[in-house]
């Protein structure tokens, strides 16, 4: 069940995503900013700074997850 929960919550986080920089950094910042909560205030500006860093650097080609489900 918890590889299950990991799997949903790593699939919704990558829907955020977006193929303009501004767009990936943005979402990166929220994600990273999530993901810090767990980790306190401190864990949040980390986390923040961490995804919106990695949002802006990453081309979205390097991202391919592959056709969609609904589309084969």
């Known amino acids: 069940m918890r ?3 990991l799997a949903m919550m790593a699939a919704l ?4 995503c977006g193929t303009a ?3 990936r950094g943005l979402s990166g910042a929220g994600i990273g900013a999530g993901i810090g909560l767990i ?6 500006i980390v986390g923040g700074a961490v995804g919106a860093v990695v949002g802006l650097v990453t081309p979205p080609s390097k991202v391919n ?8």
């Open 13 to 16: 986080l990558l829907t955020g």
């Open 39 to 44: 980790g306190g205030p401190p864990g949040v």
């Open 3 to 5: 590889t299950f929960a």
């Open 65 to 72: 997850l592959g056709r969609p489900a609904w589309n084969q």
């Open 21 to 23: 920089r501004g767009d």
